[in-house]
């Protein structure tokens, strides 16, 4: 099976948008939507793997007064 993972910084600093997990379809030869997560001004997106399991690590972008971290999925 074949991820690709896609921050979305968004156009707005404040306000949630979508950063989408895509899956790799083999009979249309294309990545189709598979998830879409909640981010804030997201700035990068990293695959990891721990003993076999594998985590998505997502950088949100601290903006205004607000802080929003590293979120781990």
């Known amino acids: ?37 909640q981010t804030y001004t997201a700035r990068d997106i990293e695959a990891i793997e721990i003993n076999g399991d594998y985590y998505l690590a997502i950088a949100n972008h601290a903006q205004d007064s607000r802080s929003y971290r590293l979120v781990i999925f």
């Open 1 to 37: 099976q074949f991820f690709l993972a896609v921050a979305n910084y968004g156009s707005l600093k404040s306000v949630p948008s979508n950063s989408t997990i895509f899956k790799w379809n083999k009979k249309s030869c294309k990545f189709v939507v598979y998830q879409n997560i």
